[in-house]
């Protein structure tokens, strides 16, 4: 038998930082493994670093052996749907955003919204905002 088998603290901490992937802040992923399990992030994170005055459940153990056995078995065609799904996403935000930049420079060029000293374009002749809105509608629109 190992020794995480012996060590159940080990062997929890082991599971949540499956559970919660290999990249981010160390934060995000206890959270994140909270979210997956449907545990609370004080509950996760004292698993998470192995507290040793906390219990671990053998259900929990089991529960947490069981979300990580869910996600390796999950086929990369679904991981691919929702890759695609998220370009998506992002292709209608960009162009979301690009749509209100150009609404907003529309309403920046009324001259009765020009009035102050800051208004005017800035040194180099173009308006503050240009170089956000260039990359915004060549991103997206």
């Known amino acids: 038998m190992s020794a995480v088998a012996l060590d159940p603290h080990a062997e929890m901490s082991g599971l949540l930082r499956e559970i919660a992937g290999p990249a981010g802040l160390v934060k995000a992923r206890i959270r994140a493994a909270a979210r ?3 545990w609370s992030y004080s509950r996760t994170k004292d698993l998470w670093y192995a507290d040793p005055r906390t219990r671990v459940d053998p259900p929990e153990l089991l ?6 056995s869910a996600f390796a078995s ?3 065609e679904m991981d691919l749907e929702r890759l695609r799904s998220l370009e998506s996403e992002v292709a209608e935000l960009r162009a979301f ?3 209100t930049l150009r609404r907003m420079e529309g309403a920046s060029a009324d001259p009765a919204q020009h009035h102050g000293a800051g208004s005017g374009p ?3 002749g173009r308006a503050e ?3 956000l809105r260039d990359r915004a509608v060549a991103e997206g629109a």
């Open 97 to 99: 955003m690009a749509a």
């Open 36 to 38: 997956a399990l449907g």
């Open 129 to 131: 905002g240009a170089s």
């Open 63 to 68: 529960q947490a052996r069981a979300t990580v």
């Open 74 to 76: 999950t086929p990369v």
């Open 122 to 124: 800035s040194p180099g």
